[in-house]
Structures are given as structure tokens and as C-alpha cells.
């Protein structure tokens, strides 16, 4: 199994009824008006970027009329707007707008991934769907051992990653570091190799529009993804 071959799983996985429900009752019928002439992906998110990069972003969930019309992480509403611009200005993406497929955009170094695949109502999975979509996330990072460094943007992807570290026996701090803006902390894999874990704002409208996340701080974080534990 490789990551293409992760990814072809994930884009069946049924898992979850009440994310299966939504993320299709959206595509069929739930689609805002100014998309109503689109097809909607209408299935889990698959990660987004390059795969060989040594960075990882971990989102929460895919937005119903963004990904989960898109079909590409963080693609097609506000919170990508943001993202995309910043990874442009720190140098990982080739272009400052993320459309959908075919539009050229291209990462580099880095790769997007969700913590949970499905688009949930409300922005809200339960903690059983957290559970349920966990496994996929253990398998992404078991299958990207390159990966040196981690941002999560928000707490549940940062909940995620230290829940999906403990199943790979990577030593975690003690007690569970919280999530915070730009803290950092060190998780050690089995094979002794170190990878860090980067906190980050989420990039919703909610802390963009209110300035809590600004341009600047978001680029103070990603150009720090670069060096090495
Ligand atoms: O066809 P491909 O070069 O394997 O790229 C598949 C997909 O991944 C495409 O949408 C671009 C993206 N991608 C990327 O963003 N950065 C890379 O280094 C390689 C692929
Ligand atoms: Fe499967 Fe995850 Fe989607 Fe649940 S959220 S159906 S586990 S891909």
C-alpha cells in the first residue's frame, strides 16, 4: 500500500452514516445557489499536494460547499483563499489561488490532509466519527515516514495527530500538550526519529475576518515549517 493506494481507500470509506448522509444530501440537493450548475465531489477528501513532501498540513474537515463540492482540500471557499495565498507568499504553492483540478496549482514540500475526510454538519464531527476517521490518518503518516514536521490548523487536527501518534507508539509528552497558536512540540518515533508538531489557527473566516489569524502570523508559522527537529 502506498499513498495513492490510501488514497483510493479512503475515497469509498462509508464509515460514518450521519458524514455519508450529509456529505451526499449536500452534493444531490443542499448546494448553494452559486454552485448550482457544478457537480459536487460529494465523498471524503482525499490529501492534497506533494508526496513526497516532508511537511504536513492537518485541517479539520472538508467545508460541504468547498472540498466537498471541489474535491481538493481547502478549495473552494474562504478559509483556501486564505491558505493558498499564504502558502504562495511562503513559497509552497506555485500560484496564490486554489480553483479546482486543472487549474495548475501545484505544491511543493508540502501536503494537505484532513483529520476527518468527511464534510460534517456544522464543521462538527462527534467524537466517534474523530474515532472512526483516525485510522486513516495513522496510515497517512505510517505511509509518509519522510514527514519531519506537522502543522495542525486548529485543535482537533492537533487531537488527532498526538490520538494517531499514540497508536504508532511514537512517544508523546506527558501530560497532552495542548493546542495553542504556534506551539510547538516534539513527538519521537519508535525508530527515534523526531517530528514536530506545529500548532496554527484554523484559516475559518471566523478567526481571519476577526484578525485572531492575520497574514502575517500565518506566514510567521509556515515559513517555520521548514527546519528540521
Ligand atoms: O499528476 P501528478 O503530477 O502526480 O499530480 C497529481 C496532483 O498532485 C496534481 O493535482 C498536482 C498535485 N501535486 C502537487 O501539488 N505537487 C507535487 O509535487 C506533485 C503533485
Ligand atoms: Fe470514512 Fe472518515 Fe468519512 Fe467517516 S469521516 S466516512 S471514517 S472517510
Known sequence: VDLAELQARISVCRACPRL????????????????????????????????????????LAPAANGTNRTGRMFTGDSSGDFLYAALHRTGFANQPTSIGAGDGLRLNGIRIVATVRCAPPANAPTAQEKASCLPWLRRDLELSPQVHTIMTLGGIGWDGVLGAARALDWAVPQPKPKFAHAQEVELVRPDGVAVRLVGCYHVSPHNTFTKRLTPAMLDEVLQSLRSRP
Open 20 to 59: 455519508v448522509a450529509w456529505r451526499e444530501s449536500v452534493a444531490r440537493e443542499g448546494r448553494r445557489a452559486s454552485f448550482a450548475d457544478q457537480p459536487y465531489w460529494g465523498r471524503p477528501g482525499p490529501s492534497f499536494g506533494d508526496p513526497m513532501a516532508e511537511i504536513l498540513i492537518v485541517g
